[in-house]
């Protein structure tokens, strides 16, 4: 079991928007900053979002991240066959000294 | 550009000692903004932070609870590199390892990863 929860599977179209919610405690996510990750097929992870809301240079910004309390969420906009992949939220858990993952969600675009 | 080299044996035996080195080309293994960390991933434990060493003055190491006992980050600022070592590994060990740079801005941010090195634990 991850500390962090996140549900295993969204799906939408093409075109279409999608949110990944990621949920924590007061311990994590709201204790600290919050960021993302995309995992294609056989890559390592790929930092989306840091900071809760920020994006690395060439993240398009189809790519949003916001927090709120102990829950964070991913928003993706304009959904295309590309963006089939994991993606995984992870901060900094002060009751375990230790940065924590969740589960991970695969995306399916329809 | 920040790239991250891994190198290290893909198959260990159990109770033996796993090993996997990340060598650092565009930054610095001392760098005072930044930690290097290494994160491995299985099907059954998914993402898990394993610890992460950096410098600020003085080397710092932190280590996650569940492999605290048998883990070991060193980094070798002579090649510019850091390395894993973990003891007494069992086929629970079998994973995709991971190094990641960490910018230590803020919240921990993994903005550069190794390739990924598979280690299977079996006899």
């Known amino acids: 079991q991850s500390v962090l929860t996140q549900p295993p599977s969204v799906s939408a179209a093409p075109g279409q928007k999608v949110t990944i919610s990621c949920s924590g405690s007061s311990s994590n996510i709201g204790n600290d900053y919050v960021s993302w990750y995309q995992q294609l097929p056989g890559t390592a992870p790929k930092l989306l979002i840091y900071?809760?809301?920020k994006r690395p240079s060439g993240i398009p910004d189809r790519f949003s991240g916001s927090k709120s309390g102990t829950s964070a969420t991913l928003g993706i906009t304009g959904l295309q066959t590309g963006d089939e992949a994991d993606y995984y939220c992870?901060?900094?858990?002060?009751?375990?000294?230790?940065?924590?993952f969740g589960g991970g969600t695969k995306l399916t675009v329809l | 550009q920040v790239q991250l080299q891994q190198s290290g044996p893909g198959l260990v035996k159990p109770s033996q000692t796993l090993s996997v080195t990340c060598a650092i080309s565009?930054?610095?293994?001392?760098?005072?903004?930044?930690?290097w960390n290494w994160i491995r991933q299985s099907p059954s434990r998914g993402l898990e932070w394993l610890g992460r060493t950096y410098y600020r003055s003085k080397w710092y190491n932190g280590y996650a609870v569940s492999v605290k006992s048998r883990i070991t980050i060193n980094p070798d600022p002579s090649k510019n590199q850091f390395s894993l070592q973990l003891n007494s590994v069992t086929p629970e060990d079998t994973a995709v390892y991971y190094c990641?740079?960490?910018?230590?801005?803020?919240?921990?941010?993994?903005?550069?990863w190794g390739q990924g090195t598979l280690v299977t634990v079996s006899s």
């Open positions: 900071d809760n809301h």
């Open positions: 565009g930054d610095s293994v001392s760098s005072n903004s930044a930690a």
């Open positions: 990641a740079r960490d910018t230590a801005a803020a919240g921990p941010d993994f903005d550069y």
């Open positions: 992870g901060t900094w858990d002060s009751s375990l000294s230790a940065v924590v």
